[in-house]
């Protein structure tokens, strides 16, 4: 059984989340090589990433778990901070 937060520790954990939001740094990612040729993990990499087509920008939030990614397929992008 799940148990109910009081009010104010639901209020704690939201403004938790959204600080923690405001203070990511966002970047833009521009895919400047294709995903022909590479192996299937790079290309489910820049699946992940929101990729469709060759020379698409996208603006993202640098989470962790997105500057990982990024990362991982930074021979196939442009990346520029903002």
């Known amino acids: 059984m799940h148990t109910a937060l009081p009010n104010s520790e639901v209020l704690i954990w939201i403004r938790c ?10 970047a833009k990612i521009t895919q400047i090589k294709s995903g022909i040729g590479r192996t299937q993990k790079q290309k489910d990499t820049l699946t992940a990433l929101g990729f469709r087509r060759l020379n698409q920008t996208l603006e993202v939030e640098l989470s962790p ?16 901070e903002l």
């Open 65 to 80: 778990a997105v500057a990982g990614m990024v990362d991982k397929v930074k021979h196939l992008l442009r990346v520029e």
């Open 17 to 26: 989340l959204t600080d923690k939001m405001q203070n990511m740094k966002k």
